[in-house]
Each structure stands twice: as C-alpha cells, then as structure tokens.
C-alpha cells in the first residue's frame, strides 16, 4: 500500500463541524466493514451503475467510514477519493485498507468549499440535507464535476416523511445535545423496537392496496430486509445529528434548473422507497 497516497489530510473546523463530529461518534463505534449490502448500495446509486463508474475518476463527498466507496472499489473505478469533514476518516482508512483495494485516497475536508481539477463521476449520499446550507453542497457536487461528468445525490424528503419530521426530529433537537453512547444505547434501541416489529410486520403481510396508506410503507418493506443492527444505526443517525432538513421536490428542481452548469435535458429527480429523492445529471 502507498501511504503517501492513502494519507488522510486533515483541515481546520468548520461550520458544519459539530453535525461531522456527531456523526463521527456513530461511524467510529461500528464494527469494521460496510453497514451496507451491495444491493443497497447499487438502489441508491440507480439510475447510475457500475458501468458508469468503471474506469472513472470518482469523487464521494461526505465519506463517513467508507462504508459506500468499499463497495464503489468493487465496480473498477480508476480511482476514487473520499471527503468528511469528521473523524470518521479513521475508520474509512481502516475499511478501506482492509478492502484489498490501491486506488483511493481519503481527505478530512469541508465538502461545502471543497475544490478540485474535476471528476467524471461526483457522488453524495445522505449528506446533504444534514448541512447547514445543503444548496451549498450540491454546488460543491456540481463544481467538482468536470465537464461531460455526472454527479448523483440522495437526500430525505419531505414527503413520505410526516412521522419522522413530527415525532422523530424533536426527540432529535434533544438527543443530539446528549453523549452518543446514552442516544445510542438508551434512545435509539429502546425507540426504534416498535418500529422493528412494524416493519416486519408490513413485510410479512400480503401486498394488499390497502396496507400503501400506512406511514412509511414502502420505506418499511425496504428496511424490513435487514436486521436489527441495522434499524438502530438507522434510528442512531437520525437522533445524533444536530441539522436535518427535509427537502420537497420544489427544493431541487430549484437547485437543478438554477445551475447553469447542469445540463437541463439529462436531469433527473427519483422518488426512492416513498421518503426519499435521487437525483443528478450530467454537467457541462
């Protein structure tokens, strides 16, 4: 392994560092490895895949601890490089260099200001609506594509998401201003049991028209899949966070045809498991 290349730069606080250290205290006390399936990862990339990153030069903005880019490695990118602005660059570098993969680097940067010579391929996943600003870092996804790239982003949206923004989020103005260890441990296990319950419960029942006005449905059967863990690394990061934003389809059709940058004709905005958006382009 080349260490020089590997290294991970580090940079001064910024505005959104207390969300980044927050966050840092989630991925940082998770065992080794990807908290993701493969499957999961190639539904959050849709409409992208691995052909469009094989051989690319990719850029993740908003790394966490690897847990995507360990499995970006596998679709033969040429090279790819993660940015957080938290400590969770420790373990991204300890995942990724248990991954057997050479061609990645790490940088502890702020994704908002961030600048480079341009990627084929800009990629930011579940970051940007816990910025302060998020139009600030889709801009950033924007300028750090090159010309004839594409970029891709998944945020939470406001629709779908009722539950979560009148139940979940004030419970989360308290709990992120509590040591992670008690949110962890004492909030999000004991709280997101029922949710458990009633995900698999949806899961188990037959898929009748009737079952799809029910809160959360469709997030519910996709959540349903995985295991426990997994449900309370979910209700973790949604209580530990200091800023989440909901964001409408308004939202980033404004940000999309606002960019001049963005080729209008190739965008896209993708309703994911009904609480949720995908969407990108290809930049000019």
Known sequence: MNSQSHRVERNDAKVDQRTADAF????NNLPSGSVYSAEQVADWFHPLGSEDIRGARVLELGCGNGSLM?????WAPK???????????????????????????LKQEDLTTY???????????GVLHHLKDPKLGFESVVRNTRPG?????????????????????PIRRIASRLPWW????????????PYYFYAKLLAALPRWPIWRSLPLYDYSLWIARREFAFFRHVAFDQLVTPQTAYLDRANLESWLAGNDRVVSETSYIVMRN???WKFGGLVR
Do not use: M, Q
């Open 24 to 27: 840092a205290s989630s991925w």
């Open 70 to 74: 360990v499995h970006v490695l596998g």
């Open 79 to 105: 090279w790819l490089d993660g940015l957080d602005l938290g400590s969770a660059v420790v373990s991204a570098e300890r995942n990724l260099s248990a991954s057997g993969y050479a061609n990645w680097s």
């Open 115 to 125: 600048a480079s010579g341009g990627y084929d391929v800009v990629y930011s996943i």
């Open 149 to 169: 790239g594409r970029f891709h982003c998944w945020v939470y949206a406001k629709e779908g998401n009722a539950v979560v923004i009148w139940i979940v989020d």
């Open 182 to 193: 008690f949110t962890k441990y004492a909030l999000a296990t004991p709280l997101v049991v």
């Open 274 to 276: 009904g609480n949720s």
